[in-house]
C-alpha cells in the first residue's frame, strides 16, 4: 500500500507532523529552454536560496502584523527566547536553557518565571545582545499606542525585570499555568532596544527597521521591498560555528499558489514553496515530476467563515464602518447566522477542494487533541436553514428571490484573499446560500492586502469592511489562551485600538469572558482543558465563526534542500539556520 492511500485511512489529525509523499501519475514538464537554465541555476548554486510566499510580506516587525507571511519573514531574522519543537518540546533559541522548578526557573507558585539568556549573542549590527532588550520589548507591545498585535500573549504579565545583564524575570498577575507564552514562538521575537526605542509610541510604524530589521538569527535583510522580495544574506555575527549554510536568501513574495507549488516541484525555478493552498489533485501530479517532495503539516489551522457583528455599510462620525455603534442589520439574530451555518456543506469542499490536506470540521480549537471539544459535528441541512430564517421572519415578500424582512434584505458582502481555491469555495457556498433566499456578492483581496495589519487600509481582516469573511488561522503554541482570547470583548479591533486586535467579528459575551479570564488562572490542567472546550462549543452554539476545513499547512521542498522541519507550534522558517543543499 502506498504512503498516500496510508495517510487517508490513518487518524487525519494527530499532533504528529506529517511528510505526506503524494504520489500519482503525470505528464512530464514542458520542455522550455528558458525554465531548464533556471532549474539547473538554482539547483547547482550552494549558496543561494529560493523562497516563495505567494502572500507577500509587507512588513518586517512581527508585533504590528497580524499575518502569517510578515511571522515568516520576520523569523528568518529575529529570534524568540525559544519555541516549541514538533513534539511540544521547548527548545532554546535567545535562552540558555529552559525554566524548570528544578533548575530554579520556575517559582512553585506559578506567579513567576525566570531565564537565564545566552551570552555569546550579538545583533546584525554588532551590538550586544543583553536581557534590557527583553524588557524593551515587553514595554513596546504593552505601549496601546503602539497598537501591537502579540499582547494576548502577554495578558498575564504584572512586570518584567532585568535581574542582571543576562537575566530576566517575568512575574505574573497570579498563578499562571500558561507562563511558556511570553517570549516564545512566532509571537516571543525580540526586538533591540537601541533601535526601537525612539518609536516606542504612536510613531512605531515609522521605524526604518519596520523594513530593514536588526536581528539576532541567522540571517539579515539587506533590501526589502515590501508586497514584492525581500533579500537576505548570512548575519556575520552569528553565533552558531559554520552556521547558516547558505549566503544569501531570496524571499520572492507575490504570484499564486498553484505557480508557487509548480516552481519548487516541477521547473526547479525555486528550492521551498509556503503555503500551498492548491487542490489535492494538482499537487499530487506536480509532486509524481519527482524534483521536490510535499510536506504537509497537521497541526491548528482552520478555515473558517466569520460573521460580522456590526454594520460594515453604516458609517459613524469618524467615517469608520463596522463599529460598534451600529449593530450588523441580521447577523445579531442567532437564528440567522445558525441557518447561514447549516446552510454550508463543508463535505463537498473537501472532497472537491482539499482531499487528503484537510477534513471537515465544527470546532475553531482543534489541536492539541486534549483541547479539541468531542461535543460537535458539521451538518449540512438547508430544510434547518430555511425552517430557521422563516422563523426569524426573513422571507421573500416581494418576489424577488430574496428574502426580506422590515425593508431590509437578506445580501450579503463575502470576502475572502486572492486564491484559486478560496475562491471555489466561495462559489460553493454562494451557490448554497443563494438556493436559501441569500443575496451573495463575492470579493477578493490581494494577501499582501487582507492580511498586511495596516490600519489606514480598510481592506484588512481588522478592518473587516464586509459581512463575511473567510480565512485560516490557528493557536500557535500548545496552549491555546492566546488564541482564544481573540474572542474576548477587549480584542475587538477599533480605532482607538489602531485595529490590532484581532476579535474581527465584534463578539461580545460575557459568558464567554468568564471562562477565559478562569482558564487564566486554573492551575488543574483537566479542568482547564474543559475551560477551552466550553469556549469552542459556546462559539460554536452562537455561531459567531463558521469552520469549515480543519486544513494542513502544506509546502513544497525541493529535492536539493534538507533540513526543513515543521512545527505546528512557529513559523516554517522557524529552523532555517539548519536549511542546507544536499
Same mark, same amino acid.
Given at each position: 500500500m502506498s504512503l498516500f492511500n496510508q495517510v487517508i485511512r490513518n487518524n487525519f489529525f494527530s499532533l504528529s507532523l506529517i511528510t505526506i509523499f503524494l504520489l500519482a501519475a503525470c505528464s512530464s514538464p514542458k520542455n522550455n529552454s528558458s525554465n531548464n537554465q533556471q532549474s539547473q541555476s538554482t539547483s547547482t548554486n550552494s549558496n543561494l536560496l529560493k523562497l516563495l510566499y505567494w502572500q507577500a510580506p509587507?512588513?518586517?516587525?512581527?508585533?504590528?502584523?497580524?499575518?502569517s507571511k510578515d511571522f515568516e519573514a520576520s523569523r528568518i531574522a529575529y529570534e524568540p527566547l525559544a519555541t516549541f519543537d514538533k513534539d511540544s518540546k521547548l527548545i532554546p533559541f535567545l535562552a540558555a536553557e529552559i525554566p524548570t522548578i528544578e533548575n530554579g526557573g520556575l517559582a512553585k507558585d506559578?506567579?513567576?518565571?525566570?531565564?537565564?539568556?545566552?551570552?555569546?549573542? /550579538?545583533?546584525?549590527?554588532?551590538?550586544?545582545?543583553?536581557?534590557?532588550?527583553?524588557?524593551?520589548?515587553?514595554?513596546?507591545?504593552?505601549?496601546?499606542?503602539?497598537?501591537?498585535?502579540?499582547?494576548?500573549?502577554?495578558?498575564?504579565v504584572k512586570s518584567i525585570e532585568a535581574v542582571d /545583564?543576562?537575566?530576566?524575570?517575568?512575574?505574573?498577575?497570579?498563578?499562571?499555568?500558561?507562563?511558556?507564552?511570553?517570549?516564545?514562538?512566532?509571537?516571543?521575537?525580540? #526586538?533591540?532596544?537601541?533601535?526601537?526605542?525612539?518609536?516606542?509610541?504612536?510613531?512605531?510604524?515609522?521605524?526604518?527597521?519596520?523594513?530593514?530589521?536588526?536581528?539576532?538569527?541567522?540571517?539579515?535583510?539587506?533590501?526589502?521591498?515590501?508586497?514584492?522580495?525581500?533579500?537576505?544574506?548570512?548575519?556575520?555575527?552569528? +553565533?552558531?560555528?559554520?552556521?547558516?549554510?547558505?549566503? +544569501?536568501?531570496?524571499?520572492?513574495?507575490? %504570484?499564486?499558489?498553484? &505557480?508557487?507549488?509548480?516552481?519548487?516541484?516541477? !521547473?526547479?525555478?525555486? $528550492?521551498?514553496?509556503?503555503?500551498?493552498?492548491?487542490?489535492?489533485?494538482?499537487?499530487?501530479?506536480?509532486?509524481?515530476?519527482?524534483?521536490?517532495?510535499?510536506?504537509?503539516?497537521?497541526?491548528?489551522?482552520?478555515e473558517r467563515i466569520l460573521l460580522n457583528q456590526t454594520d460594515p455599510k453604516k458609517q459613524d462620525t469618524d467615517g469608520d464602518r463596522s463599529s460598534l455603534k451600529?449593530?450588523?442589520?441580521?447577523?445579531? $439574530? /442567532?437564528?440567522?447566522?445558525?441557518?447561514?451555518?447549516?446552510?454550508?456543506? +463543508? $463535505?463537498?469542499?473537501?472532497?472537491?477542494?482539499?482531499?487528503? !490536506?484537510?477534513?471537515?470540521?465544527?470546532?475553531?480549537?482543534?489541536?492539541?487533541?486534549?483541547?479539541?471539544?468531542?461535543?460537535? !459535528?458539521?451538518?449540512?441541512?438547508?430544510?434547518?436553514?430555511?425552517?430557521?430564517?422563516?422563523?426569524?421572519?426573513?422571507? $421573500?415578500?416581494?418576489?424577488? %428571490?430574496i428574502r426580506d424582512k422590515n425593508g431590509v434584505e437578506l445580501s450579503v458582502l463575502y470576502q475572502t484573499s486572492v486564491n484559486p481555491l478560496r475562491q471555489k469555495i466561495q462559489e460553493i457556498i454562494k451557490q448554497q446560500l443563494t438556493s436559501l433566499g441569500v443575496k451573495v456578492e463575492l470579493k477578493s483581496i490581494d494577501p499582501s492586502i487582507l492580511f498586511s495589519g495596516d490600519p489606514a487600509n480598510p481592506d484588512t481582516i481588522n478592518r473587516f469592511q464586509a459581512d463575511m469573511q473567510m480565512f485560516s488561522s490557528g493557536n500557535t503554541s500548545p496552549d491555546p489562551g492566546a488564541y482564544m482570547k481573540n474572542w474576548t470583548c477587549e480584542e475587538i479591533p477599533q480605532k482607538q485600538n489602531n485595529w490590532s486586535k484581532q476579535n474581527y467579528s465584534r463578539y461580545c459575551n460575557p459568558e464567554y469572558d468568564k471562562l477565559w479570564k478562569q482558564s487564566t488562572t486554573e492551575l488543574n490542567q483537566q479542568k482547564r482543558q474543559q475551560l477551552f472546550i466550553q469556549m469552542n462549543d459556546l462559539l460554536?452554539?452562537?455561531?459567531?465563526?463558521?469552520? #469549515?476545513?480543519?486544513?494542513?499547512?502544506?509546502?513544497?521542498? &525541493?529535492? +536539493?534542500?534538507?533540513?526543513?522541519?515543521?512545527?505546528?507550534?512557529?513559523?516554517k522558517t522557524w529552523n532555517i539556520k539548519d536549511w542546507q543543499s544536499k
Open positions: 509587507t512588513i518586517l516587525n512581527p508585533h504590528l502584523s497580524p499575518g506559578g506567579k513567576s518565571v525566570t531565564w537565564k539568556l545566552k551570552q555569546d549573542v /550579538k545583533w546584525s549590527d554588532g551590538k550586544p545582545f543583553t536581557s534590557d532588550d527583553v524588557v524593551f520589548t515587553y514595554k513596546y507591545l504593552s505601549n496601546s499606542a503602539v497598537g501591537a498585535t502579540t499582547t494576548a500573549n502577554y495578558e498575564a /545583564k543576562y537575566t530576566v524575570k517575568i512575574n505574573f498577575k497570579e498563578p499562571n499555568p500558561a507562563w511558556s507564552l511570553p517570549f516564545v514562538g512566532q509571537n516571543g521575537m525580540i #526586538l533591540p532596544r537601541h533601535v526601537f526605542e525612539k518609536y516606542n509610541g504612536a510613531n512605531a510604524r515609522e521605524a526604518p527597521a519596520n523594513l530593514i530589521p536588526v536581528g539576532t538569527g541567522a540571517y539579515r535583510v539587506v533590501q526589502f521591498k515590501p508586497g514584492d522580495i525581500i533579500i537576505y544574506e548570512a548575519n556575520p555575527f552569528f +553565533r552558531e560555528a559554520n552556521k547558516p549554510f547558505f549566503k +544569501r536568501i531570496e524571499l520572492k513574495g507575490g %504570484g499564486d499558489a498553484t &505557480s508557487a507549488a509548480r516552481a519548487v516541484l516541477q !521547473t526547479q525555478d525555486a $528550492d521551498f514553496a509556503w503555503n500551498l493552498l492548491v487542490e489535492a489533485p494538482i499537487l499530487k501530479q506536480l509532486e509524481s515530476v519527482g524534483k521536490g517532495k510535499v510536506n504537509v503539516s497537521v497541526g491548528t489551522f482552520v451600529f449593530p450588523h442589520p441580521f447577523f445579531n $439574530d /442567532k437564528k440567522v447566522r445558525q441557518a447561514f451555518n447549516y446552510a454550508i456543506d +463543508r $463535505d463537498t469542499i473537501v472532497k472537491q477542494l482539499y482531499g487528503i !490536506t484537510g477534513r471537515s470540521t465544527a470546532n475553531i480549537l482543534v489541536a492539541p487533541e486534549s483541547f479539541a471539544s468531542p461535543n460537535n !459535528t458539521p451538518e449540512f441541512n438547508l430544510n434547518k436553514a430555511t425552517d430557521l430564517l422563516d422563523e426569524a421572519g426573513w422571507k $421573500d415578500s416581494n418576489g424577488n %428571490g460554536i452554539k452562537d455561531a459567531i465563526v463558521i469552520p #469549515l476545513v480543519a486544513r494542513a499547512e502544506v509546502s513544497g521542498i &525541493s529535492n +536539493r534542500l534538507i533540513g526543513v522541519e515543521a512545527t505546528p507550534w512557529d513559523t
